[in-house]
Nanobody, 123 residues
Framework: QVQLVESGGGLVQAGGSLTLSCAVS????????MGWFRQAPGKEREFVAA???????TYYADSVKGRFTISRDNRGHAYLQMNGLKPEDTAVYYC?????????????????WGQGTQVTVSS
């Protein structure tokens, strides 16, 4: 059973930074493609960033390119470093995993999801 647990959300002022973590258990972590998505109230789930299994390809939404960085370690964690946060970044952030997947912007390509962590950016 694959489990994903996000952490690191919170309240931050505009221009500030946060790092989200996603702990993945249940399978060899290096075999997963990982993605971060977000959903604001009343809006659809939106792609943020992803890397392919093996980690050699990363992909970012235009809205976060240059401000956010997706990464991973060798101990089953994916990260989303968020700098220069804006009020429009406010949302619940979800990590997602797909065995042997590509760095996909489509939420339908991911089989496993975390419960989400709230990020609120005040102006």
């Amino acid at each position: 059973q694959v489990q994903l647990v996000e952490s690191g959300g919170g309240l931050v002022q505009a221009g500030g930074s946060l790092t989200l973590s996603c702990a993945v258990s249940g399978r060899t972590f290096s075999s997963y493609a990982m993605g971060w998505f977000r959903q604001a109230p009343g809006k659809e789930r939106e792609f943020v960033a992803a890397f392919s299994w093996g980690g050699d390809t990363t992909y970012y939404a235009d809205s976060v390119k240059g401000r956010f960085t997706i990464s991973r370690d060798n101990r089953g964690h994916a990260y989303l470093q968020m700098n220069g946060l804006k009020p429009e970044d406010t949302a619940v952030y979800y990590c997602a995993a797909q065995p042997y997947g590509l760095a996909s912007a489509s939420h339908t390509q991911y089989d496993y999801w975390g419960q989400g962590t709230q990020v609120t950016v005040s102006s």
